[in-house]
């Protein structure tokens, strides 16, 4: 077995099928995040093949032939100059996810699912999302000539609710929140059939977004930056990082975990709780940032298990300061983000004097502007006069 699962918590190890996802040796309670949540692992071959390849799908479990004809991942990361200066950190960096086919991250964790999916056989995939992974499910879908049903709470933003009609997806909106449709979708499977791509909950979520981080890696002159921002719903991103990084000290590429800074919005921040406390309380999300809204973090626990681990921090930010971050990042390097992705902006303005400032840092962008453009409004005003001379103008 090259490529296998490990239990996160009891490290108990199983084959990768389609019909697992989550470890059966725990138990799973209401309003809490999941137990048990699997991880691949891979033998030395598989790592020592890797260290001279440096080929990402070497360290994927499905082969290159499974995945969809979509371009997903490598995508740039950048030096944005004006930034740079007016914060005073030379070594900034913007990994750049919104130019992912479907303009965000998650395109990274449905592009692996597909692929795991067409490698079974399997036609159907079911998702609950707020947006975001729904999308990205649906288009890399359409790509694979896989059908796509979405569950979508009722107030996730119009434009990634019409994106996934775009491509064609099963669209079920729920009168509720994520949670509801979450547990929706997962009725529906059992009932329906269809593989779930539920966040966290399908291991290939984690592994899927764990290229970011090779990606950076790679993009760097093959080494670790000091510092990562992560914007953090359920703690599935921050887990593909972690994952990634820690895939590369497995093969001897890197020998220090970078800093990782996990950037909640006030308003939804159970992990940055859970920090604190030790466990989790399910919190009544409210924030600008829908794609980092949620009551539950599905992958809770074990986001927080790396947090511990591997020296991580928690940072919480307000929606005022999410807002004027991604002003900020759009209006000074032309890189116009959703607001859970200027989170990341707005988590460095909140640490910046207390790291490094000469440490190589890398903000993790994760989601289009575009793709919410009632919060883009918010700090933006819209002329009110129109023209029809160029006399007229003041
Ligand atoms: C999903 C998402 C996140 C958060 O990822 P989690 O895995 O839920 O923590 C951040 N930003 C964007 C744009 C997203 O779509």
Not at 299 to 325: Q, S
Request: with cysteine; proline share 6%; charged share 25%.
């Amino acid at each position: 077995m090259r490529f296998r699962y490990v239990c996160s918590e009891c490290r108990r190890e199983f084959e990768i099928t389609p019909e697992l996802m989550v470890c059966p040796h725990h138990e799973q309670r209401p309003d809490r995040p999941l137990r048990g949540v699997l991880e691949v692992r891979f033998d030395d071959e598989v790592a020592q093949k890797f260290r001279r390849s440096l080929d990402i799908f070497d360290i994927l479990p499905v082969p290159r032939e499974f995945f969809p004809p979509i371009p997903v991942g490598n995508t740039p990361m950048w030096s944005p100059s004006n930034l740079r200066k007016k914060l005073e950190l030379p070594n900034l960096y913007l990994k750049d996810d919104t130019a992912n086919p479907t303009g965000s991250l998650k395109d990274r964790a449905s592009f692996l699912v597909s692929a795991f999916a067409r490698m079974h056989g399997i036609k159907d995939i079911v998702v609950a999302s707020t947006g975001n992974a729904g999308s990205s499910m649906a288009g890399i879908g359409a790509a694979a000539g896989q059908k796509v049903t979405l569950f979508i709470p009722a107030a996730a933003p119009k434009a990634k609710l019409i994106q996934a009609l775009q491509y064609g997806a099963h669209v079920v909106r729920v009168d509720g929140n994520y949670d509801l449709a979450y547990d929706l979708s997962l009725e529906y499977s059992r009932r329906f059939g269809g593989m779930s791509r539920n966040t966290g909950y399908n291991p290939m979520t984690i592994e899927g977004k764990k290229t970011a981080a090779i990606e950076i890696f790679l993009q760097l002159g093959r080494r670790a930056p000091n510092f990562v921002f992560v914007p953090v719903g359920d703690g599935v991103i921050i887990a593909g990082v972690y994952k990634g990084f820690a895939d590369l000290m497995g093969a001897g590429l890197i020998e220090t975990m970078p800093t990782v800074f996990a950037v909640q919005a006030r308003g939804s921040n159970a992990l940055c709780q859970a920090m604190e406390k030790g466990d989790f309380e399910p919190v009544s999300a409210q924030t600008v940032a829908d794609s980092i809204s949620v009551d539950v973090p599905r992958n809770g626990y074990h986001a927080l298990a790396n947090l511990k681990r591997y020296g991580g921090r928690c940072i919480e930010v307000t929606d005022d300061e999410i807002l004027e971050a991604q002003l900020m990042l759009s209006s000074t390097t032309g890189l116009f983000a959703e607001p859970a992705a200027s989170a990341s902006l707005a988590g460095l303005l909140k640490v910046r004097n207390s790291i490094d400032q000469k440490g190589t840092i890398v903000l993790l962008i994760t989601g289009n502007g575009l793709k919410d453009i009632a919060a883009a409004q918010k700090l933006v005003e819209l002329p009110q006069k129109l023209i029809k001379s160029i006399d007229e103008l003041e």
